[in-house]
C-alpha cells in the first residue's frame, strides 16, 4: 500500500510499480515538494521485497522541464545566504543516489521535453526508453549555473561519455531521440504509439527474473560509478550550484 501525493502518481502492479511526475501544469518540473515525495518513497521502497521493477514516467505532454526555478527567489528571500538552496540541491542529490543504488530495477519512460534535472532524473534509472518525437538539453551552462543538480555529471560521464557530454553541456543545445540513443542516454528509441508497449515488455521481462541475481548486477555496476563520483568531486555539488545562484542574484541586483 503506497501513501497519497500531490506531485506524484502512483499506480502499483505487484512485482510493477508506476510512478508518474504529476506537474502537468508545469511541464513536470521537479520543486522541493516533488524531491520530498520521490525521496519518501523510494525510502519506501527500500524496505519492500514486492515490487521488482519500478517505471518513471510523466503526465501531459513532457516528462520533465527540468528543475522548478520560480522557487529560487522564494528561497532567496526567506535566507538570502542560500542556505534553503543548499539544503534543496541535498535534496535532490540524496533522491538520485537513492534512485541509482535501488535493489529493483528502475525503467524511465520518457516523452517529449527532457530537459535539465528532468534528464538528470532519467540518466539515474538503469533503462530508458524514449518516444521518437523526445527532444532532450542541458540548459545550465547557458542558464549560468554549473550542471551541478543532483550529482548528475558523474553519472551523465559514465553514461554517454565525455567527449559527448563536452559538447552537450558547453553548446546547451537540443538533440533529439535518435542522438540521445547514440550517446545512450537512451537504450531504445520507438514511436510514441509504441511507448507504453515498449516499457511495459522491458518491465515485465525483468520482473520475471530472479531478484538476487539482479541486484547482486546491479550492485556489481553501481560500484564503478561511485568511485567515479567520488573522484569528480559531486559531493560538494549543493554547495557550488548555491554560490552559483546567489551569485547570479545578486548582480541582477
Given at each position: 500500500?503506497?501513501?497519497?501525493?500531490?506531485?506524484?502518481?502512483?499506480?502499483?502492479?505487484?512485482?510493477?510499480?508506476?510512478?508518474?511526475?504529476?506537474?502537468?501544469?508545469?511541464?513536470?518540473?521537479?520543486?522541493?515538494?516533488?524531491?520530498?515525495?520521490?525521496?519518501?518513497l523510494l525510502r519506501h521502497l527500500e524496505d519492500?521485497?514486492?515490487?521488482?521493477?519500478?517505471?518513471?514516467?510523466?503526465?501531459?505532454?513532457?516528462?520533465?522541464?527540468?528543475?522548478?526555478?520560480?522557487?529560487?527567489?522564494?528561497?532567496?528571500?526567506?535566507?538570502?545566504?542560500?542556505?534553503?538552496?543548499?539544503?534543496?540541491?541535498?535534496?535532490?542529490?540524496?533522491?538520485?543516489?537513492?534512485?541509482?543504488?535501488?535493489?529493483?530495477?528502475?525503467?524511465?519512460?520518457?516523452?517529449?521535453?527532457v530537459i535539465g534535472a528532468g534528464l538528470g532524473?532519467?540518466?539515474?534509472?538503469?533503462?530508458?526508453?524514449?518516444?521518437?518525437?523526445?527532444?532532450?538539453?542541458?540548459?545550465?551552462?547557458?542558464?549560468?549555473?554549473?550542471?551541478?543538480?543532483?550529482?548528475?555529471?558523474?553519472?551523465?560521464?559514465?553514461?554517454?561519455?565525455?567527449?559527448?557530454?563536452?559538447?552537450l553541456l558547453l553548446l546547451a543545445e537540443s538533440?533529439?531521440?535518435?542522438?540521445?540513443?547514440?550517446?545512450?542516454?537512451?537504450?531504445?528509441?520507438?514511436?510514441?504509439?509504441?511507448?507504453?508497449?515498449?516499457?511495459?515488455?522491458?518491465?515485465?521481462?525483468?520482473?520475471?527474473?530472479?531478484?538476487?541475481?539482479?541486484?547482486?548486477?546491479?550492485?556489481?555496476?553501481?560500484?564503478?560509478?561511485?568511485?567515479?563520483?567520488?573522484?569528480?568531486?559531486?559531493?560538494?555539488?549543493?554547495?557550488?550550484?548555491?554560490?552559483?545562484?546567489?551569485?547570479?542574484?545578486?548582480?541582477?541586483?
Open positions: 500500500m503506497f501513501m497519497d501525493f500531490k506531485t506524484l502518481q502512483v499506480s502499483d502492479e505487484g512485482a510493477i510499480l508506476r510512478v508518474q511526475l504529476n506537474r502537468p501544469e508545469a511541464g513536470n518540473s521537479i520543486d522541493g515538494q516533488m524531491l520530498d515525495e520521490l525521496l519518501l519492500d521485497n514486492t515490487v521488482r521493477v519500478m517505471v518513471l514516467s510523466g503526465a501531459g505532454s513532457d516528462f520533465c522541464q527540468g528543475g522548478d526555478r520560480t522557487e529560487f527567489p522564494e528561497l532567496l528571500e526567506r535566507d538570502p545566504l542560500g542556505s534553503e538552496l543548499t539544503l534543496l540541491g541535498y535534496k535532490a542529490q540524496r533522491v538520485c543516489s537513492t534512485l541509482a543504488q535501488m535493489k529493483l530495477v528502475t525503467i524511465a519512460r520518457l516523452h517529449g521535453d532524473l532519467a540518466i539515474f534509472c538503469d533503462l530508458r526508453i524514449g518516444a521518437d518525437t523526445s527532444r532532450f538539453r542541458m540548459p545550465e551552462v547557458g542558464l549560468g549555473v554549473p550542471p551541478a543538480w543532483g550529482g548528475v555529471l558523474p553519472r551523465l560521464l559514465e553514461e554517454a561519455g565525455q567527449a559527448a557530454v563536452r559538447r538533440f533529439d531521440a535518435d542522438m540521445a540513443e547514440r550517446l545512450f542516454i537512451l537504450h531504445k528509441v520507438v514511436p510514441a504509439d509504441d511507448l507504453d508497449a515498449a516499457v511495459d515488455l522491458w518491465a515485465r521481462t525483468v520482473a520475471r527474473r530472479d531478484p538476487t541475481t539482479t541486484r547482486t548486477a546491479k550492485t556489481m555496476l553501481n560500484a564503478r560509478a561511485s568511485a567515479n563520483q567520488l573522484t569528480i568531486g559531486s559531493y560538494f555539488d549543493d554547495e557550488l550550484l548555491t554560490a552559483s545562484i546567489v551569485r547570479r542574484t545578486m548582480l541582477r541586483e
